[in-house]
């Protein structure tokens, strides 16, 4: 089955700009989505398609995806942003199942 | 508004059955799929299995198959997920979310979670 690789923390400054990393086997021929997840709330999609944003999502939230590595990037971090981040892909050929990544746990200093 | 709300917490003893539900609302119910997804306390989120609530063709992740099952009834645009004899182990939160079919745009919509606890 396809696996996907998170760090397990980034800390980041309010201000500054927050890079999480999703690893994966030739991810970059995958479609990527974001989730945040503040605690106790259910999970929110902030990124889906490697980069695009949903309604709502604030333009401080994007995305990139190539190679074996997909990245979602925070700019102008607030401390709002504190947060898990899960990766997800559809993994297919294979399985045919969604994937989720480990999760990283965002603090903002 | 786009609404998916799922019924309330649980608290049960190992070997017995249980079922949840998740109420969507909103949109039309037979356009989405409708996923599931596990959380057990203080870990990640795990995808469990998906269903077209058009047909109620279902697919389940190979960690679930066989342990659970998805249904739905569309007259009431509610999907379900259910368990014949629970476990400790199963003992998390559990997520519904709305599915687009095409898996390049994410899950768009999430219940706010219905905690099960298992527990003699």
């Known amino acids: 089955s396809y696996v996907l690789t998170q760090p397990p923390s980034v800390s980041v400054a309010p201000g500054q700009t927050a890079r999480v990393s999703c690893g994966g086997d030739?991810?970059?021929?995958?479609?990527v989505h974001w989730y945040q997840q503040r605690p106790g709330q259910a999970p929110v999609l902030v990124v889906y398609?490697?980069?695009d944003r949903p309604s709502g999502i604030p333009e401080r939230f994007s995305g990139s995806n190539s190679g074996n590595t997909a990245t979602l990037t925070i700019t102008r971090v607030e401390a709002g942003d504190e947060a898990d981040y899960y990766c997800?892909?559809?993994?297919?050929?294979?399985?045919?199942?969604?994937?989720f990544g480990p999760g990283t746990k965002v603090t903002v200093l | 508004e786009v609404q998916l709300v799922q019924s309330g917490a649980e608290v049960i003893k190992p070997g017995k059955s249980l079922r949840i539900s998740c109420k969507a609302s909103?949109?039309?119910?037979?356009?989405?799929?409708i996923s599931w997804v596990r959380q057990m306390p203080g870990k990640g989120l795990e995808w469990m299995g998906r269903?077209?609530?058009?047909?109620?063709?279902?697919m389940y992740s190979p960690s679930f198959q066989g342990h659970v099952t998805i249904s739905a009834d569309r007259s009431i645009s509610t999907a379900y997920l259910e368990w014949t004899s629970l476990k400790a182990s199963d003992t998390a939160m559990y997520f519904c979310?709305?599915?687009?079919?095409?898996?390049?745009?994410?899950?768009?919509?999430w219940g706010q979670g219905t905690l099960v606890t298992v527990s003699s």
């Open positions: 979310a709305r599915d687009p079919m095409e898996t390049s745009r994410g899950f768009d919509f």
């Open positions: 909103g949109y039309s119910f037979t356009d989405y799929w």
């Open positions: 269903i077209d609530p058009s047909d109620t063709y279902t």
């Open positions: 030739n991810i970059g021929s995958k479609s």
């Open positions: 398609d490697d980069s």
């Open positions: 997800q892909v559809w993994e297919s050929p294979g399985d045919h199942n969604y994937v």
